[in-house]
Nanobody
Framework: VQLQASGGGLVQAGGSLRLSCAASGRTSSSYDMGWFRQAPGKERLFVAAIRRSDSHTWYARSVKGRFTISRDSARNTVTLQMNSLTPEDSAVYYC????????????????????WGQGTQVTVSS
């Protein structure tokens, strides 16, 4: 599967952005999907994941209640709605897919995913 992330940009603190991850090659519903982010000089961190079997979701503590991951099977996309953004949310955001179903907490490990998109930049100004 090939993944294409889009929707990043510059937004003021308190604002919202909606990221999309389009899958090609195979339908995104064939995979468990996730979002990660990486700030300059820092490691890649888990943001959110959604399981294909039941659409169960899992979030990093830092984004829970502000971000929502969802799946649009008709459009073969996975979206990340980001609200109440803060400068600490600034990073390159990557979508990822895995053909293996894990216990939800294991999706926090980037090694659990075997397909990655190219990333989209999110910058939140104060």
């Amino acid at each position: 599967v090939q993944l294409q992330a889009s929707g990043g940009g510059l937004v003021q603190a308190g604002g919202s952005l909606r990221l999309s991850c389009a899958a090609s090659g195979r339908t995104s519903s064939s995979y468990d999907m996730g979002w990660f982010r990486q700030a300059p000089g820092k490691e890649r961190l888990f943001v959110a994941a959604i399981r294909r079997s039941d659409s169960h979701t899992w979030y990093a503590r830092s984004v829970k209640g502000r971000f929502t991951i969802s799946r649009d099977s008709a459009r073969n996309t996975v979206t990340l709605q980001m609200n109440s953004l803060t400068p600490e949310d600034s990073a390159v955001y990557y979508c990822a897919a895995t053909s293996t179903t894990w216990a939800m907490s294991l999706y926090e490990n980037p090694g659990s995913f075997n397909y990655w998109g190219q990333g989209t930049q999110v910058t939140v100004s104060s």
